[in-house]
């Protein structure tokens, strides 16, 4: 039997197919607020910690009645089955040639870096100089730069999961957020492993990121936890996660990221389901503070995940290079796809429509209502499904 995973027959290479036309509409990042966003860095790389201020209530729940939400209910007991070891179900022993990965990854006109240049005029930039040698560095640089914010993400997936055991009011909510809490601690575990033992170098978390973290965990509203996670960064992970698979021919990091992927489908669903239901209840004031918070997370993760530690390290000035690789279509497609879960999943939540249309205005001004038709993630877990217990 095929599995979603297989190629043609994947919901996620069909998918793919789309994407390309969809994604044409992404605007270009105007120069001014480049400039801003590159003038931002992180100034204490070698932080050992990092404290996020929080003010929210921990609430007991008395109501017990466990299946009283039964959508929740079936997802808990699905996680239950689908547990996996990253120690012992992934094949550690095979051997990661991270230089040939990213050399097939070119070959095939992709790539991490998502730099094709033989499709760029590259006179009088600084790429000019460039041979084979720093092309590849720069390839093996953006692949550990990539895995590392993925990593620093699932911790931040971690991290305010745990918090949502304590803030979600529904018994049914804090048994399945207990279960996602150690898929979580999985996902840190198998990047930090490939990073330690296939790759050559760890990255610390991009300064954009850690500000998104830190505005979803600082917000002390239970469903503002779930907007900013389960919907908008994983929502972006499991699309990002989709892209990769399909991209990279490793196979180890091919059977991480499928298991990753069959937990975090489970993980927007959580989300979508959830916030259905809390945000019928909501007056249209606070709808729309949702829709105001999910479009600062998408522009945040639209215009600001720039790599510039990975241009600072290649020696390069961020600024000089980043306006001119925008403009590689493959980069754009890849950052507009991001939106190919996220958009969808808005509209379900009716946030896309709510206060005459203010947030599907603007996914339209960013270049990414095309695909809030697409399916949303309230059941795709069920096909994407790895280990069925
Ligand atoms: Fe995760
Ligand atoms: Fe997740």
Known sequence: MKTP??????????????MADLAAGLKDLDPEELERIMSVVNDDMQAKVHDVDSHYDTRFTWEYDKGSRPALDKLY??????QWNAQTDVEWSIDVDQEKGIMDNMAAGGGFAGVNTASMDLSGTPFQSWGEKEWMQFGVEAQNWTLSQFMHGEQGALICTAKIVQTVPWIDAKYYASTQVMDEARHVEVFSRYLDDKLSGHYPVNIHLQSLLDAIIEDGRWDITYLGMQIMVEGLALAAFGFIYQLTNEPLLKQ???????????????GVISLKEYYQ???SAEIRERQEFAYMAATSMRDRFLQQEVWE????NPKSVVSLLNQVPERKQFQAMLFAKIVPNCRKLGLLDASNSWLRDRFTEMGIIGFEHLDDTGSEYEELQVVSG
Not at 5 to 18: K, L, T
Not at 77 to 82: D, H, L, R, S
Not at 313 to 316: E, L
């Open 281 to 283: 209840q909501l007056t």
């Open 313 to 316: 390290r290649m020696g390069i």
């Open 5 to 18: 995973y297989d190629e043609g027959s994947s919901r996620i290479e069909s998918d793919m197919e789309e």
């Open 256 to 270: 991480i990221l499928k298991y990753v992927m069959s937990d975090e489908a489970r993980h927007v669903a959580f």
């Open 77 to 82: 007991e699905k996680a239950k089955k689908a």
